[in-house]
């Protein structure tokens, strides 16, 4: 059977923007059956199948045991999960930022840390039919206007990350998360353990994990890229120390070397254009 790899993009409703990034629906056939590692990013999970379900077979959590979710959400995580496949999935992936959970999900990221949950259990039933309206729309379009539609009616008006937090997230996202921690706690007037506390509350992980989980996430996104450079290269654009340092991070956040990641997930792997990752 012929191997089909075909990914869209979509921007969201400019009410959800911009928390919301993006839409991506893709769809991959014709595949072995296998395991996808689901990696740490600088995004929440936000995952609406298009088909099966979505099993995860081990979380970042490895207290939590594996499930089966049509519409699947997670917080920031600062280890893989593990997802089952029998060679095809479809979907459209939603690209959240963690300072948008309290007004789309009335919490904080913090609340659905190095977790999954499905997304009933945040907006409630009303939305147990998106996986199926949104399979049944003829075009990647109307499935993107679908996903406006509950996003923007799901939204909390009054409901925002707190702004000394927002800040501090989106400097250290902007840098790639190369700006030190203590400086963004000085900025903030703020001790380094009480900036660190309420940043992990908020957001889920300790600033300086969530700086690790940028700058792996920077790193996998020019290894993705069909013109990725070497990874000695790599690791001097992300502000690791060295090539040496850039293969712990890797074994950390996805759990085997970048080489080994890119033989398991070059067929998944996609160019992202016009995504902003610390330039």
């Known amino acids: ?17 911009p928390e919301v990034e993006r839409y991506v629906g893709y769809r991959f056939a014709g595949f072995p059956a296998g395991l996808h ?7 929440l999970t936000f995952i609406v199948s298009l088909a099966e379900p979505i099993e995860v077979a081990a979380m970042p959590d490895p ?27 479809v979907g459209i992936g939603v690209e959240l930022a ?26 409630g039933r009303g939305v147990a039919t998106l996986p199926e309206r949104t399979a049944q729309a003829g075009t990647w379009g109307e499935r993107f206007a679908i996903l406006d539609e509950v996003l923007v009616a799901s939204l909390r008006d009054r409901t925002r990350t707190p702004a000394d937090v927002a800040w501090a ?32 509350r908020e957001l889920g992980l300790p600033p300086k994990v969530a700086a690790g989980v940028l700058r792996f996430d920077r790193a996998r996104w020019l ?22 340092h850039l293969t712990r991070d890797w074994n950390r956040f996805a759990g085997c070397p970048p080489t080994v990641w890119l033989a398991e997930e070059l067929p998944f792997v996609q160019d992202e254009p016009d995504a902003d990752h610390g330039d």
């Open 1 to 17: 059977m012929e191997q089909v790899t075909e990914v869209w993009f979509g921007p969201p409703h400019e009410a959800l923007r």
């Open 37 to 43: 590692r689901g990696l740490p990013s600088r995004h």
């Open 63 to 89: 207290t939590q045991p594996g499930g089966s979710y049509a519409a699947v959400v997670g917080g920031l995580q600062g280890a893989p999960a593990v997802v089952a496949h029998d060679g095809d999935q």
């Open 98 to 123: 963690p300072t948008g959970a309290r007004a789309l999900f009335g919490m904080p990221a913090g609340a659905i840390a190095s977790t999954v949950v499905e997304l009933t259990d945040l907006l």
């Open 169 to 200: 997230w989106r400097r250290l996202e902007a840098s790639g998360g190369t700006v030190p921690v203590g400086a963004l706690a000085r900025e903030l007037g703020w001790s380094r353990r009480h900036f660190s506390e309420r940043f992990r």
């Open 223 to 244: 290894l993705g890229r069909d013109d990725h450079p070497d990874l000695a290269t790599v690791a001097a654009t992300c502000g690791y120390a060295d090539q040496s």
